[in-house]
């Protein structure tokens, strides 16, 4: 039977995407949600190529199943290692009206506006790193900015296991900072390219010099799908209306539920289950 909601479909490997979520639907309050957290087989961060398109690729098809005609990959590493396959390859043939977003080009589109030395970090999962992502996509933007990468292992574990705010974290946040300074001294903005490292941001700034500026994704991809959607009339006028936020995590929800209230600014959430298997 047909859906009687056509949300717009948000996916993250985790709970991290729900820090982009918040900021998309305090701006566009008006549209139906709904989330997927693939929280059962989550980090992504380290996980090949292969893999992170195989779930990634199932999980999007869940999307369009619930009724989502267009769904917003939240997730640094799906959209470094699965965004491009899927619209190229995957969607042409299983549903060539709907659309997947990723997280990647909207942020690339707009990190020269933050820099005023042409030097800007990136701190990010191992998988994002190793893509070279932000590299292809900054430099199609902004040629002349120089961008050192640095991949943060730990950082995700730290956050998921809720060890963030302890001590034994900061040597981690410390470690990676003065590492991504090792390499470009000269940076004056630093791009937190993983959805969970907002709630590392005042213990990254700690590390950083004053005068650097601290830039999250989440404002920006909800800038961006505004602009899309009114570039887009025929998928806004696909997109169910009720104001309305649904969740599903592939975990435990109580689990979930209990977890993700961090990352929805202290907002509950009443999630559901969901096998992709």
Same mark, same amino acid.
């Given at each position: 039977?047909?859906?009687?909601?056509?949300?717009?479909?948000?996916?993250?490997?985790?709970?991290?995407?729900?820090?982009?979520?918040?900021?998309?639907?305090?701006?566009?309050?008006?549209?139906?949600?709904?989330?997927?957290?693939?929280?059962?087989?989550?980090?992504?961060?380290?996980?090949?190529?292969?893999?992170?398109?195989?779930?990634?690729? +199932?999980?999007?098809?869940?999307?369009?199943? #619930?009724? =989502?005609?267009?769904?917003?990959?939240? =997730?640094?590493?799906?959209?470094? &290692?699965?965004?491009?396959?899927?619209? #190229?390859?995957?969607?042409?043939?299983?549903?060539?009206?709907?659309?997947?977003?990723?997280?990647?080009?909207?942020?690339? @589109?707009?990190?020269?506006?933050?820099?005023?030395?042409?030097?800007?970090?990136?701190?990010?999962?191992?998988?994002?790193? #190793?893509?070279?992502?932000?590299?292809?996509?900054?430099?199609?933007?902004?040629?002349?900015?120089? !961008?050192?990468? +640095?991949?943060?292992?730990?950082?995700?574990?730290?956050?998921?296991?809720?060890?963030?705010?302890? @001590?034994?974290?900061?040597?981690?946040?410390?470690?990676?900072?003065? +590492?991504?300074? @090792?390499?470009?001294?000269?940076?004056?903005?630093?791009?937190?390219?993983?959805?969970?490292?907002?709630?590392? #941001?005042?213990?990254? &700034?700690?590390?950083?010099?004053?005068? !650097?500026?601290?830039?999250?994704?989440?404002?920006?991809?909800?800038?961006?799908?505004?602009?899309?959607?009114?570039?887009?009339?025929?998928?806004?006028?696909?997109?169910? &209306?009720?104001?309305?936020?649904?969740?599903?995590?592939?975990?435990?929800?109580?689990?979930?539920?209990?977890?993700?209230?961090?990352?929805?600014?202290?907002?509950?959430?009443?999630?559901?289950?969901?096998?992709? +298997?």
């Amino acid at each position: 039977m047909e859906p009687v909601t056509h949300p717009i479909g948000v996916f993250d490997s985790g709970y991290g995407g729900l820090t982009v979520l918040r900021e998309i639907v305090a701006k566009l309050p008006g549209y139906d949600y709904l989330y997927l957290g693939d929280n059962g087989r989550a980090p992504y961060g380290s996980r090949s190529f292969e893999t992170v398109y195989q779930y990634t690729l +199932q999980s999007v098809q869940w999307l369009f199943a #619930q009724g =989502c005609p267009l769904v917003i990959l939240a =997730c640094n590493t799906a959209s470094a &290692k699965a965004l491009r396959s899927i619209q #190229q390859k995957d969607l042409p043939v299983i549903a060539p009206d709907n659309r997947v977003l990723g997280v990647i080009r909207p942020t690339s @589109e707009v990190i020269g506006n933050y820099t005023r030395s042409n030097k800007v970090g990136i701190l990010a999962t191992n998988g994002t790193v #190793q893509s070279q992502s932000y590299l292809l996509e900054i430099e199609k933007f902004f040629p002349e900015i120089q !961008v050192s990468q +640095q991949a943060c292992p730990i950082w995700v574990p730290l956050v998921e296991n809720n060890e963030y705010e302890n @001590e034994g974290a900061d040597y981690f946040i410390r470690k990676n900072v003065h +590492q991504l300074l @090792e390499k470009q001294p000269d940076i004056d903005t630093v791009l937190l390219a993983c959805t969970h490292y907002p709630l590392l #941001q005042d213990k990254i &700034k700690q590390f950083l010099p004053a005068n !650097v500026n601290v830039v999250s994704q989440g404002a920006i991809v909800a800038d961006s799908l505004e602009n899309y959607l009114q570039r887009h009339p025929e998928m806004e006028t696909r997109l169910s &209306k009720g104001g309305n936020s649904s969740f599903y995590t592939t975990d435990a929800p109580e689990d979930f539920n209990k977890a993700a209230r961090k990352f929805y600014g202290g907002h509950a959430i009443a999630s559901l289950h969901v096998d992709l +298997q």
